[in-house]
């Protein structure tokens, strides 16, 4: 017999989280290629040093001692700990298994309401499409919530559950969450809108003891938000990137979606309105409203579509397979040797103790072999390192201009910067200074922020129209130059 809800079907998602997690740590330094890696490490380091989190900017002379909200500290403190312990080798394993675990939880919850090869099928689609994305960054953490979360909201809107009992679960998670990323605003809306669904239901069928406990659900869980260091300083983070209109043209995670240069993802996007259309799928209530959210967020932002990406599988499975009954689950009392079982689940049914422990040796394999590989660094594209040696070397001090990419890796090695990752710290305004300077949209003002800042030294890519402009001037020396960077220090 098929025991899908039992054994199988968890045993199922944990061997696709370990074949993941082997794919992914095969890619090596591939999530290693963001400059924000850098001083969300040192910043960790700087947490577990002092036992306290930082409230003033540190890292900056530009912006030294205005009030900073580190809404991703815990996960700061995972990615200094895997560094601690294991150095880059330990952030990317940390990164795959985070990235493994998004994908198992999602392949957990499609199993429960998909065809079984259908469920694998979304869950490897989803891999593709959001494998651009895998960086070891905070964000990781924030997707496995997310799915956690928007599964459980679903599980218990369709069991009619929907008022104290999910608050067990949601109730820690929302602690976690805003404590590990800014987007706990976004889990707060969907439980506001599944919420207020069902307290519309409940209040046109006259059931008021189930209102007031919806109420008091939303309120305790609003109360969770605000357990973090920064109380309600860390809600209005994601509000504020979203109103940088100037850095968003910058600032890849927050550009709108290339399709062009991501075709795949088209496709994909496509292929979901396609299946809704010709299903017939049917989403109604806080589903039709929770896709219309993600999907105005994806098509908004790079980051937003791949959220929209791990959700739409969640909230499209149920409908899915009441709309086709091919797309429906197995039937638990169903023969294994029966045809009309999918044919996939009943090869791997067969053979579920030799996948699990094969799964389980590959990536026990994958994870030793990893320790021989000297690949694994952050790219050199964000790593200036014999710049920064020379630097010291030759005792060149005082204010930097910095390159935006390099702002990651001059904290990580305790200079303080001109501007870095940390965008909503600088806001818009500086943020416009700043990339009008380093793209030469008036070279006047461009020198004139120079002298204002009174900059000493600059450190860019060759290739950037200052460092070109620099090269040019009478009134800078070039002091070092290499493939990925290039010094320039003012004459005296």
Request: one cysteine or more; proline letters at 5%; glycine letters at 6%.
């Amino acid at each position: 017999m098929l025991q899908s809800n039992n054994s199988f079907l968890p045993a199922t998602a944990f061997v696709v989280a370990i074949v993941f997690y082997s794919f992914f740590l095969l890619l090596g330094p591939f999530p290693l290629q963001d400059a924000d890696t850098f001083w969300h490490i040192r910043t960790g380091q700087w947490i577990l040093e002092h036992a306290a989190v930082p409230f003033t900017d540190f890292y900056s002379y530009t912006a030294a001692g205005k009030p900073w909200s580190d809404a991703q500290w815990l996960a700061e403190i995972f990615y200094a700990l895997a560094y601690n312990l294991a150095g880059w080798r330990g952030v990317v394993m940390l990164a795959a298994a985070t990235m493994a675990a998004v994908l198992g939880a999602l392949c957990f919850y499609l199993l429960r309401r998909f065809r079984f090869s259908v469920a694998i099928g979304f869950a490897v689609l989803t891999a593709v499409a959001t494998t651009p994305h895998y960086l070891a960054r905070p964000h990781l953490f924030s997707y496995l919530i997310l799915v956690i979360w928007m599964s459980a909201l679903l599980d218990a809107y369709d069991d009619e559950k929907f008022d104290l009992p999910p608050l067990l679960i949601v109730a820690p998670l929302m602690i976690l969450w805003t404590n590990i990323h800014g987007s706990f605003t976004l889990g707060l809306l969907l439980l506001y809108i599944f919420a207020g669904c069902c307290f519309y239901q409940s209040f046109i069928r006259r059931n008021y003891r189930k209102c007031r406990r919806l109420l008091v659900m939303a309120v305790m869980v609003s109360v969770c938000a605000l357990i973090t260091p920064y109380f309600l300083s860390t809600a209005f983070m994601t509000p504020k990137l979203l109103s940088m209109n100037f850095a968003h043209h910058y600032i890849v995670e927050w550009r709108s979606p290339d399709f062009q240069g991501r075709t795949f993802r088209l496709g994909y996007v496509v292929a979901i309105f396609v299946a809704i259309a010709g299903f017939g799928i049917r989403l109604r209530g806080p589903r039709l409203i929770a896709f219309g959210v993600f999907m105005v967020l994806g098509l908004s932002y790079i980051r937003g579509l791949m959220m929209f990406f791990f959700v739409a599988p969640i909230i499209l499975a149920r409908p899915a397979a009441a709309a086709a009954a091919y797309l429906s689950p197995q039937d638990d009392k169903a023969s294994v040797n029966d045809r009309r079982v999918d044919p996939v689940l009943r090869f791997l049914h067969k053979r579920s103790l030799a996948f699990v422990a094969g799964g389980i040796a590959f990536a026990a394999l994958i994870t030793v072999s990893a320790w021989w590989r000297q690949d694994i660094v952050p790219s050199k594209r964000i790593t200036p390192s014999a710049a920064i040696d020379f630097v010291r070397e030759a005792n060149i001090t005082g204010n930097v201009f910095n390159w935006y990419g390099f702002g990651g890796y001059l904290i990580f090695s305790d200079i303080p910067t001109f501007i870095d990752g940390r965008a909503e710290l600088f806001g818009d305004a500086f943020a416009s200074k700043y990339f009008n300077t380093e793209k030469l949209v008036d070279i006047n003002k461009a020198f004139e922020t120079l002298d204002e800042y009174k900059v000493s030294w600059v450190v860019f890519p060759p290739h950037e129209p200052l460092a070109q402009a620099l090269g040019r001037s009478a009134a800078w020396d070039r002091a070092y130059s290499d493939e990925y960077s290039v010094v320039y220090v003012r004459k005296r």
